[in-house]
């Protein structure tokens, strides 16, 4: 009887439940299990996650830059292999940063276990980051993926390892939360698809993946600078090669800028229900 009585009583360290450092703890464990989750469903599927980009980018680099790039020859000074390598890279990031979010979280809404979620003691802003962390995770992992395909095609020197950590993690942050708000206001698998197909796949090929916007008229240029991938592509590259054909600090700012905004956007809407009580 003294024994359980014991056992029923909590340590005297132990925090209450209601404490600021209960709550702290147990917003952790929400936001692990979530990311968690995710990386375990990203390497479940590995073949349909992490391979596409891959093979995709090894394609890319035989085409573009093996058989075409002998004719182009340089492009800023470097060989057209190894110029389109980072905007290859950044390419695979974006797509499965945003595929992974919009994908999982869809699939939330349409199993129905996203409800599960929302009526656990766990903030919004936990959710919106727990499913950003998953598309992270993803795009770091096919990021990698496609750097040791590239690494096989050409020599990639490390410029400023800063830049290069900060515009990948800032770049997959950012079209995460496009991915995650694309899912909360998709009402079905078309609309899931509508973004990828006719935003996103244009502003990734004019973002200067392929090409330095200084082969365009000058009217072109002024419009490729409205394309935030362009900055992206290029502060990334800025890492690896030391070239680029914007300002790296007004890139650093506009991925900034972006990761808010839509970080806040994602948790009003959450926080207004939208696209959860259809």
């Known amino acids: 009887m003294s024994t359980d009585a014991a056992e029923a009583v909590p340590p005297a360290d132990s925090p209450k439940a209601d404490s600021p450092r209960a709550l702290g703890a147990a917003q952790w464990t929400g936001l692990k299990t979530i990311v968690i989750r995710e990386y375990g469903r990203i390497i479940r599927i590995w073949a349909q996650t992490i391979v596409p980009s891959a093979v995709t980018s090894a394609l890319y680099f035989v085409i573009f830059g093996s058989l075409i790039g002998k004719r182009v020859g340089l492009m800023d000074g470097v060989p057209y292999m190894q110029y389109i390598a980072p905007g290859l890279i950044m390419m695979a990031v974006i797509t499965n940063s945003y595929g992974n979010v ?10 129905k276990h996203v409800e599960e979620m929302l009526v656990a003691p766990l903030p919004n802003w936990i959710i919106v980051l727990g499913y950003v962390g998953g598309g992270l995770v993803r795009g770091l992992l096919v990021g990698a993926a496609v750097t040791i395909v590239s690494l096989i095609f050409t020599n990639l020197h490390v410029h400023h390892a800063l830049v290069i950590v900060g515009a990948v993690v800032l770049t997959s942050v950012v079209f995460s939360l496009g991915g995650f708000l694309n899912a909360m206001f ?23 993946v392929f090409y330095s916007i200084t082969l365009l008229p000058e009217w072109a240029q002024h419009v490729s600078y409205a394309n935030p991938i362009l900055h992206m592509v290029n502060a ?23 990761a808010v905004v839509l970080f806040a956007t994602a948790v009003f809407f959450m926080n207004r229900g939208t696209g959860m009580r259809e």
């Open 102 to 111: 919009v994908s999982s979280f869809f699939g939330a809404k349409f199993g």
């Open 186 to 208: 998709a009402k079905n698998f078309d609309q899931v698809n509508w973004i990828p197909t006719f935003v996103l796949t244009p502003l990734t090929y004019f973002g200067g």
């Open 236 to 258: 990334f590259r800025y890492g690896f090669l030391g070239t680029s054909d914007v300002n790296v600090y007004a890139a650093f700012a506009i991925m900034l800028a972006s």
